[in-house]
């Protein structure tokens, strides 16, 4: 039995480009992980691939062949020409589902992890990498964990350096957003203010500069306050309820606030672990949210326990 355990990610910068032809936006994307996160254990198994789950949201993720852990576990016996694969997944849920954390590509990484070592098949990281591509642009980032910087679709990732550790509050909303709309959504209001939607319209995203030295230096304050995410209006937009969840955290102290990739859950940058307990607090008790979580990182990616 090999448990493996999986970091969510936060965008500390989601710069997001025009729509391609392919029907993807180009990103600038700075991946953050942190603590939060889930635990994903493999077990032999006569009958092919199947899944169980647990925790509080286990009734919203499917356990079907849609399920990126299934799929990850597919696609590493069929590179590998293993006819007949049998394995049990068992996912042990803490990360918001379809909350903008990244939690199926997590999923999707901790499988491609447990697999390779239940099935001994010692796969170059290299190679788990590429498979974790194909999976999906937030699959990689999950295998490497830290921080990293992602372009194209955010799959081709540059790790970045960090001092030191950061503390954080996520706020969970009630129900998910899908990441497609929200993808749409911010295309609509773009067209709508009239600047355009189309690869051709919107510059490239690259970097912030200020944003790469702040975590660099390892200081909260300044990571603070270049926070963005071009994704925030649509998810607003989508459910305008988070800003009082935006609004909450910040009253009760948090340097910096920004909706987690597409939302909903809301992010919140603390002081220190006491400051993050105390927002968390705040946060639970201001009924804009249904749970809050204090948290840290970065933290590294995918691992055997
Ligand atoms: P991202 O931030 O990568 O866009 P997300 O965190 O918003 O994603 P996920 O939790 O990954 O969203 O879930 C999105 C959808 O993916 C779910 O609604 C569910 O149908 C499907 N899904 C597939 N596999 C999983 C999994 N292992 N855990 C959760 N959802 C999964």
């Known amino acids: 039995m090999i448990t493996v355990r999986v970091p969510a990610k936060v965008n500390v910068q989601l710069g997001v480009g025009g729509l391609r032809a392919d029907g993807f936006h180009d990103l600038a994307n700075v991946f953050f992980a942190v603590a939060l996160g889930d635990e994903v254990t493999a077990s032999d198994s006569s009958e092919g691939i199947t899944l169980s789950c647990s925790g509080p949201d286990a009734d919203a993720v499917p ?28 996912i042990a849920k803490a990360i918001p589902v379809a909350g903008g954390m990244a939690g199926g590509s997590a999923d999707g990484a901790a499988a491609l992890v447990a697999c390779d070592a239940l099935w001994k098949l010692e796969t170059p990281f290299e190679t788990l990498l590429e498979l974790a591509a194909e999976l999906g642009s937030d699959v990689p980032f999950a295998l490497l964990g830290g921080v990293a910087l992602g372009r194209g679709r955010g799959e081709i990732l540059e790790p970045l350096a960090v001092e030191g550790t950061f503390h954080w509050v996520f706020a969970v909303a009630d129900g998910g957003l899908s990441t497609p709309a929200v993808f749409r959504e911010c295309d609509r209001l773009r067209d709508e203010a009239g600047t355009g939607s189309a690869d051709t319209d919107v510059p490239t995203p690259d970097a912030d500069p200020a944003l790469l030295a702040a975590l660099a230096d390892g200081d909260a304050v300044a990571l603070a306050a270049a926070l963005t995410n071009d994704l925030q209006l649509a998810a607003l937009s989508l459910r305008p309820a988070l800003a009082a969840t935006l609004r909450a955290g910040t009253e009760a102290g948090a340097l910096g606030a920004l909706v987690s990739g597409s939302g909903p ?41």
Not at 67 to 90: C, K, W
Not at 267 to 290: E, H, I, P, Q
């Open 63 to 90: 356990l079907d062949d849609s399920n990126l852990a299934a799929r990850a576990a597919r696609l590493l016996a069929a590179h590998h020409g293993l006819a007949d694969p049998g394995v049990h997944l068992h």
């Open 265 to 305: 859950t809301c992010a919140f940058l603390a002081k220190d672990a006491d400051g993050a307990a105390a927002v968390a607090a705040a946060l639970r008790a201001s009924g804009t949210c249904r749970t809050a979580h204090a948290t840290y990182g970065p933290v590294p990616g995918a691992a055997v326990a």
